[in-house]
């Protein structure tokens, strides 16, 4: 069974402070996706990362994907509270299986 | 387009009584996916479904849950008899194989009394 594993589980931060969350696991995906759900809703894409120490920027966000594609990180510049909310990182074994192992999440709260 | 539709948003019903979860894909994605999502255990994968066929049930927890997919635009998850236990959001999700990205709908939030 794979498992992602994702750290913190809870991040309370202010306005404009940086902060990186973390989702690891010991089996390797085809891909990693990062999603964010707020509360009452579904979790949204944010990105799809695929190479193996591929980075990718989302205006503020950075997603990296390790190079043994085991582990991927979000970074996080200067917070807003618009940023608060449970991000979610999920892996995809690959081929025509398109099953997503989803990690616990962090829940993230930035205040103002 | 409206997004993927679920209903009902909540539901509240007692122990033993059937439940079933209603789901409108996007329209022109051929892949549906069923998901659980609970504090303890996270989102989980119950079923997914391509061109209507159910193609892996390993995260069906047990014969009290069902899925169909009698066409293209319409899904049902189905427990009967329900349980205590089953209480959780349940999300519904299309996926886009163009873009590889999987659309969420807005979740039913169950309880089971």
């Known amino acids: 069974t794979q498992l992602l594993e994702q750290s913190p589980q809870f991040l309370s931060i202010q306005e404009g402070e940086n902060l990186t969350v973390y989702c690891n696991s010991s089996?390797?995906?085809?891909?990693l996706q990062w999603y964010r759900q707020e509360p009452g809703e579904g979790p949204v894409l944010l990105v799809t990362v695929v190479t193996g120490g591929e980075v990718k920027k989302l205006k503020r966000l950075t997603f990296q994907f390790g190079d043994a594609r085991k582990d991927s990180s979000l970074h996080i510049t200067a917070a807003q509270p618009g940023d608060t909310g449970l991000y979610l990182c999920?892996?995809?074994?690959?081929?025509?299986?398109?099953?997503?192992?989803f990690g616990k999440g962090t829940l993230l709260t930035v205040n103002p | 387009d409206a997004g993927v539709i679920q209903s009902p948003r909540h539901e509240v019903t007692e122990m033993g009584q059937e439940v079933t979860l209603r789901c409108k894909p996007i329209s022109g994605h051929d892949y549906l996916f069923w998901y659980r999502q609970t504090m303890m255990r996270g989102l989980e994968l119950l079923i997914y479904f391509n061109n209507n066929v159910p193609i892996d049930d390993s995260g069906m927890p047990e014969d009290r849950f069902s899925a169909k997919m009698p066409n293209a635009s319409f899904s049902t998850l189905k427990i009967q008899p329900s349980e205590p236990r089953d209480s959780a959001v349940y999300f519904c999700?299309?996926?886009?194989?163009?873009?590889?990205?999987?659309?969420f709908g807005p979740g039913t939030r169950l309880t089971v009394l």
């Open positions: 089996s390797v995906f085809s891909s």
């Open positions: 999700a299309s996926r886009d194989t163009l873009t590889d990205t999987q659309y």
């Open positions: 999920a892996g995809e074994s690959g081929g025509s299986n398109y099953k997503l192992t």
